[in-house]
Nanobody
């Protein structure tokens, strides 16, 4: 099982970036699999950015991401993308892709970093002028 993030980099405030998480080795046909983006800024705790269920597509966004970020999935390619726009300096962090098989899809509303059982290696996003 492997999660591989890509798409990080630098952007100016107000700019856009798209992150991608390629998922391999998992069968999403059964269970309640979620893939989520978390981020961890220097000296801070890892926090949820956005999450999406593989079956049904239910989503959850952190307040800081609502209206600016969009999470989506491609079931054929087994990828989850995070489109980020109107970026702010406070979005600077290492962004991690995580996955877990939840007890039910409603649990997406309360997931935390501790909910994830599989992690990618992370990708740096830097927003500065």
């Amino acid at each position: 099982v492997q999660l591989v993030e890509s798409g990080g980099g630098s952007a100016q405030p107000g700019g856009s970036l798209t992150l991608s998480c390629a998922v391999s080795g998992l069968a999403f046909g059964n269970g309640h699999w979620v893939t989520a983006w978390f981020r961890q800024a220097l000296g801070k705790e890892r926090e949820l950015v956005a999450a999406i269920m593989w079956r049904g597509g239910r989503r959850n966004y952190a307040e800081s991401a609502k209206g600016r970020f969009t999470i989506s999935r491609d079931n054929n390619e087994n990828t989850v993308s995070l489109q980020m726009s109107s970026l702010k300096p406070e979005d600077t962090a290492v962004y991690f892709c995580g996955a877990a098989d939840l007890r039910d899809s409603m649990e997406i509303r309360t997931i935390t970093p501790q909910s994830m059982t599989i992690w990618g290696q992370g990708t740096q996003v830097t927003v500065s002028s």
